[in-house]
């Protein structure tokens, strides 16, 4: 089976624009899960996705969105990019309730 | 307070070393977490347990329910060890607390 893929791998992007970035899941997974992490915050949950729809977000401005689409690939969105939001972006995808996550290899974003 | 401590937060070590990275936690869990990160930033599930130890190659992993908490040893440490691990606790779905990180280094 294909990882979890992730894309892009880098981007750079101006305070004040917005960005996209997608995660296509290991397939048969439902559940797409997406987190940052910094160096001064380690790793904080963004928010999930089962089957097209939220199930869980973490406590992050409304600047940041996502969604998730029928054949469970995902995009999260972050509008009116900050300083801030420079980081490592991770998603993870899952089968069963309880079962392990699996991670991509992340979108690091640098915003100047 | 976290919900999840870990320690150290960094370690290194000599090539051969028996290592071991503890994990404790505050919340009710039915499971926990050890992950691997390399540089470069992909994040691999070592290990999910909910009691006792668990054994993969020469890394080990065990729980403690009832005083809360983990540990994650590595034998015969290799400069391949070479990484951040970290422990997570799940809060609800996929959304976990998650450890600080442990970054390991291996010398040769």
């Known amino acids: 089976k294909a990882g979890v893929t992730q894309t892009p791998r880098y981007l750079i992007k101006t305070r004040g624009q917005q960005v996209t970035l997608s995660c296509s899941p290991i397939s048969g997974h439902r559940s797409v899960s997406w987190y940052q992490q910094t160096p001064g915050q380690g790793l904080q949950f963004l928010f999930e996705?089962?089957?097209?729809?939220?199930?869980n977000k973490g406590n992050f401005p409304g600047r940041f969105s996502g969604r998730q689409f029928s054949n469970s690939r995902s995009e999260m969105n972050v509008s009116t990019l900050e300083l801030g939001d420079s980081a490592l972006y991770l998603c993870?995808?899952?089968?069963?309730?309880?079962?392990?996550?699996?991670f991509g290899n992340g979108t690091r974003l640098t915003v100047t | 307070k976290n919900e999840v401590e870990q320690s150290p937060q960094n370690l290194t070590a000599q090539e051969g070393e028996f290592i071991t990275i503890n994990c404790s936690y505050s919340?009710?869990?039915?499971?926990l977490h050890w992950l691997q990160q390399h540089p470069g930033g992909g994040i691999v599930s070592l290990f999910m347990?909910?009691?006792g130890k668990k054994k993969h190659g020469r890394l080990i992993a065990t729980i403690n329910i009832q005083e809360k908490h983990s540990s994650l040893h590595i034998t015969a440490s290799h400069p391949r060890d070479s990484a951040v691990y970290i422990c997570?606790?799940?809060?609800?779905?996929?959304?976990?607390?998650f450890g600080t990180g442990t970054s390991l280094t291996v010398i040769p």
């Open positions: 919340v009710g869990i039915s499971a």
């Open positions: 997570a606790v799940p809060r609800a779905g996929n959304q976990f607390y």
């Open positions: 996705y089962f089957s097209e729809t939220q199930r």
């Open positions: 993870a995808s899952s089968g069963l309730e309880g079962s392990p996550l699996h």
């Open positions: 347990l909910s009691s």
